[in-house]
């Protein structure tokens, strides 16, 4: 008995004829009957009366109707799983993303790429940029995001790619800054401003640049992701140098120009992020479009921005 025994079956009992059922199925009438003979066979049971006109199912057969049915089902719908996993429109994925971006302007963009994909499986974890790197070098999930670590001793583990965008100033909207399109650094000197922890990398990167410009800073308040910044800088407590995602997540967290307005800045201070994928095992189609859009998407989003993108490949 097989699949296709079973199909030959299913078709004669719903058209109760042998040459209709060839008809339909683009078979012979004698290979129909052979397919017929071929189960009886193997089952070790008649599932017809024959006469000259009509064939007459057994009672066995509507049992078996019933199974085949239920067998031939599953294996349709795990043809569709298949193909559709095979063309990315079904499956699971294991996504890790630093917390500023996760809260806000990924999700945003999820929701546009699974509305598409309505058989597919996500399970988003929030990590920081290192332990995100660390979850992707072991292999334990399909993509991450996160803050780009100069250190490459896991790109043997693990697919880098470097995008970079030029930061902005938030400036409250009442503040003299805000009437500029470009603030130089030396404006900075002795404003009010709030910047990330001072062990993260972009902290040190905004101090290391203010210094090199001989720039006394007063950094009033400090955060672990730049997203709460916003709200002491809509409040006209400070200004903060930030990241363009940042920017493109503004007006998603009820951020409006009339409370903050993002400056270019005139000495441009880099942000540099990084999509990770794990280089030791082989990712879904659905895993390899989910990187590939979301890399376009920040990749447009920093265009948009005039944030001078930038992208490379970590080998």
């Not at 002491?232 to 400070?238: N, P």
């Not at 920093?302 to 080998?315: F, G, K, M, Q």
Request: hydrophobic share 40%; proline share 4%; with cysteine.
């Amino acid at each position: 008995m097989n699949l296709h025994h079973l199909a030959v079956f299913r078709e004669v009992m719903s058209t109760g004829s042998m040459s209709d059922a060839a008809h339909n199925l683009g078979r012979t009438q004698p290979a129909i009957s052979l397919a017929l003979k071929s189960l009886e066979a193997s089952l070790g049971i008649t599932l017809f009366d024959r006469d000259t006109r009509n064939l007459r199912p057994v009672p066995e057969a509507y049992y078996l109707l019933a199974e085949a049915d239920s067998v031939l089902g599953q294996v349709a719908r795990l043809q569709r799983t298949m193909t559709q996993m095979q063309q990315g429109e079904s499956g699971e994925v294991q996504l890790a993303v630093m917390p500023g971006v996760s809260t806000v302007l990924f999700p945003e963009f999820l929701s546009d790429f699974t509305k598409a994909r309505p058989e597919i499986h996500l399970s988003l974890h929030t990590r920081s940029s290192t332990q995100l790197r660390e979850m992707v070098s072991s292999q334990g999930i399909d993509f991450g995001f996160g803050d780009y670590d100069e250190d490459h001793s896991r790109t043997q583990q693990t697919q880098i790619t470097k995008i970079s965008g030029d930061s902005f100033l938030a400036i409250p909207s009442g503040h003299a800054l805000a009437r500029s399109q470009s603030i130089s650094l030396a404006s900075l000197a002795d404003v009010p401003l709030g910047g990330m922890h001072q062990d993260h990398r972009f902290a040190i990167r905004v101090a290391s640049q203010l210094a090199q410009a001989n720039i006394k800073t007063n950094i009033q308040f400090r955060s672990q992701t730049v997203l709460p910044l916003l709200k002491f800088v809509a409040s006209g407590q400070c200004c903060a140098v930030v990241d363009p995602l940042t920017v493109k997540s503004a007006a998603l967290i009820g951020i409006t120009r009339d409370e903050v307005v993002f400056s270019k800045i005139t000495q441009a201070i880099p942000y540099d992020y990084a999509i990770l994928v794990p280089k030791l095992r082989r990712l879904s189609a659905l895993s390899k479009q989910l990187a590939a859009s979301w890399e376009d998407f920040v990749m447009t989003a920093l265009d948009d921005l005039d944030a001078n993108a930038r992208r490379d490949v970590i080998h």
